[in-house]
């Protein structure tokens, strides 16, 4: 079974603090992914990384960075928190497209509060 | 650009009731995957189903079937004799050609299953 494991599921921030979101997956998948999931908005593609230290931007990377040192491991970054992050964080790992179906598995969430 | 819609945004039934959740999909690509994640108030997406653009043989599993239809582009979702657990946040997602590797998913049909 592919597991994947988020830090936190919830956590609570002050506004400005650096916040790090981590995600490890044991499944070898060199595709990971960060989603904020907010009422009516759906999921909505933050980061994406394709490979160990390769990264590309999704839909809405602004306001958060990203880090992915070991193939297991994706961090999501906020540099200095904000209230409008306050949000759910799903974290998701798959196979790449070459090997892969594009299925994704994914984490049990972190639920963000910022205050 | 790809695009999936759930024009459903909340559906509640009786338990037993049959329940069919609809989403319809957008792409230029010949190839593609679409699929169905389910998010129980837990908040963990699990994986329902894939299925790829050449096969558009429906599918049967327990209560769960859906029904893919290329001529109207829709992937609907139908459960069977529904029971308080399917109460959850389905999501349809679309991958595959020009954005192989990232999924485009729906905002979501919150199912609400009462006793």
């Known amino acids: 079974d592919v597991k994947v494991t988020q830090s936190s599921r919830y956590l609570v921030k002050r506004t400005g603090e650096k916040v790090f979101l981590e995600c490890v997956q044991d499944?070898?998948?060199?595709?990971m992914f960060w989603y904020r999931q907010d009422p009516g908005l759906g999921l909505r593609l933050i980061y994406f990384s394709y490979d160990v230290k390769m990264k590309e931007k999704g839909d809405i990377p602004e306001g958060y960075s990203v880090s992915r040192e070991k193939k297991e491991r994706f961090s999501l970054i906020l540099e200095s928190a904000s209230t409008n992050q306050t949000s759910m964080y799903l974290c998701?790992?798959?196979?790449?497209?070459?090997?892969?179906?594009?299925?994704?598995?994914f984490g049990p969430g972190t639920r963000l509060t910022v205050l | 650009a790809q695009k999936v819609t759930q024009a459903q945004t909340e559906i509640s039934v009786v338990e037993k009731e049959d329940v069919t959740l609809d989403c319809v999909y957008e792409?230029?690509?010949?190839?593609?995957?679409l699929f169905w994640y389910k998010q129980p108030p837990s908040g963990e997406l699990v994986f329902l189903i894939r299925?790829?653009?050449?096969?558009?043989q429906n599918e049967i599993s327990g209560r769960y079937s859906w029904n893919f239809q290329k001529s109207t582009s829709s992937f609907n979702f139908t459960i069977t004799a529904s029971q308080v657990v399917d109460s959850a946040v389905y999501f349809c997602?679309?991958?595959?050609?020009?954005?192989?590797?990232?999924?485009?998913f729906g905002d979501g049909t919150t199912l609400t299953v009462k006793p």
């Open positions: 299925r790829n653009s050449f096969d558009e």
């Open positions: 998701a790992s798959s196979l790449p497209s070459g090997r892969g179906t594009d299925t994704q598995y």
């Open positions: 499944m070898d998948h060199e595709n």
């Open positions: 997602a679309l991958s595959g050609g020009t954005n192989a590797g990232k999924s485009t």
């Open positions: 792409t230029r690509d010949t190839t593609y995957y």
